[in-house]
Every structure is written in C-alpha cells, then in structure tokens.
C-alpha cells in the first residue's frame, strides 16, 4: 500500500499497482527453492536472484546466500549493488565443490537451449565441430545435474530456446541420465523450469510439462513459443500465483528498488 493525501489532508491508503509480469517471474522463481533446507541457493539471472532473496526472507529461511566471492551472507540486501548482509560463513571458490558433490546445492541456471527432456546446451549453436556462435562452455552443467537439485530460467521464452533437440548435451536431461546408468540417475533432480510465460516441471515419463501460465498467458501461447510437444497441456492448467501483497512491498522497496527486474522481463 501507499500512503496518499485526500482533498481535506488526510492520509489514505492508496492500492499497490498490479503485479508486472517481472513480479509473478520472481515468485515462480522464489517458489522453486520453498521446503529446500539448508542448502546453497545459486541463482543466474536478475529474476532469479531477486527470487532467492524473497524464499530466503519469507518461507525458505535456512537457505545459504553467497556474495558472490567467498562469504555466506545472513540478512537481506537488494540486488545490482555491494552485499550488506552479516557474513555467518567464509566459503572460497573450493568449498562450492564440496557442496556439489554432496547435493546440498540447489543451482537455477540460465540454458541457451532446452530440448523435451531437459537436456540444455549453453556451450555453441549449430554444429559443435563449427559452431555458427560459440557461448560459454559445458561450465559447470554437467556435475551440477548429476549432483544435486538444478532448476532453469528463461527469461524469453521461445523456439530458439526450447528446442526439439539440442545442439550440445551440456546440462543432462531425464532420457539421457537414464541411459547412463545408475551413477547419473542416482542424484539426478531437475526441478522446473521458469520462463516469462509459464512455469514448466516433469512428468513421471520424464518429459517437460506445462505447470502452470503466468496470468495473462494463454496455453496456447505457450505451445506455439516451444519447438517440442509440452505434457500436460490436454487438461485444466492453473494460473501462477501472483505474489501478495507482503511480497510486492519487499521486491519492490528492499529487494530491487531500482526496478532491475522490468529490464529482464518488460512489462
């Protein structure tokens, strides 16, 4: 709520403007990390960053924040300027490893591509041997997926982005971890998929599925932006919550005041 002044002088209580699209992301994104536990929250991406604060802040409280160097931070502090927190633990570069190997990490990547079953590739597009773009690498993607919980953020939902098959395995996806055998299904746990039209997860076939549409979006909306079949598509399909009002007065005044968010996904 805001504070305005009526004709007499009087303060009143004056409606939030409504949710932006950019909000509901962030919620979707938050939502990701609910019931998580004490585990290292990793997030790429404005959106998801700012998401990671509001779980920590609200319902998610044990959830472990790193400066982005080698402090775990406790407190709350909006995104795009110098961490403030209170530093509750040092954490260099080769801790994060430990983390990965022992699952107590829940990363939310940003892929280039994502095919049906979740394989992403954020190293090269087209032909690996002579890619028309070279992007950044398998990085991280490979033990991050057979390690421990791992969730995606596309923050323009597309058939350039969701794919019918990937030009580079880099992120492991449901049918190839089964292929491989036990050692990479073991601790494989893709969780969702976030993007700036809906929220996607997977089916018991391990195929990506059409959670929910942002308000505003309409199923179909979603089918024609994904270059693969979507489960879950044939049937009644919910709505993404949109935040509440706590929540909009802590993204909008402590979170990201400088409105960061609207940059990512315009409204």
């Known amino acids: 709520m805001t504070e305005t002044a009526t004709p007499g002088g009087a303060a009143t209580s004056a409606p939030a403007a409504p949710a932006t699209r ?3 992301c962030v919620v979707a ?3 990701a990390f609910r019931g998580n536990g004490e585990v290292l929250a990793s997030a790429f991406g404005t959106v998801p960053a700012i998401g990671v604060r509001l779980a920590r802040h609200t319902f998610s409280p044990d959830l472990l924040l790193s400066d982005g160097e080698a402090n775990l931070l406790r407190g709350t502090w909006p995104v ?6 209170e530093i509750e633990a040092w954490a260099p570069f080769r801790t994060v ?3 990965v190997w022992h699952g107590k990490r829940h990363v939310m990547m940003i892929p280039s591509q994502v095919d049906g079953h979740g394989n992403t590739n954020i190293s090269a597009i087209g032909d690996y041997r002579r890619p028309k773009v070279q992007l950044l690498g398998v990085r991280g993607a490979p033990g991050n997926t057979v390690s421990h919980p791992t969730s995606y953020w596309v923050p323009k939902h597309s058939k350039r982005v969701f794919v019918s098959e990937v030009d580079m395995v880099g992120g492991v996806g449901t049918d190839r971890a089964a292929q491989a055998g036990p050692a990479a299904r073991r601790f494989h746990d893709l969780r969702r998929i976030v993007t700036n039209l809906a929220v996607l997860d997977f089916a018991d076939d391990g195929t990506v599925r059409l959670a929910s ?4 979006v309409s199923v179909d909306e979603v089918v024609e932006a994904t ?6 598509t044939d049937g009644a399909v919910v709505t993404t919550p949109l935040p509440s009002a706590d929540e909009l007065a802590l993204i909008r005044d402590v979170l990201d005041p400088g409105n960061l968010r609207d940059k990512e996904v315009p409204g």
């Open 22 to 24: 950019a909000e509901v």
């Open 29 to 31: 994104c938050a939502n």
């Open 80 to 85: 795009g300027g110098p961490a403030t927190g």
């Open 227 to 232: 270059g693969f079949v979507l489960s879950g």
């Open 97 to 99: 490893f430990d983390l």
């Open 213 to 216: 549409v942002h308000p505003g």
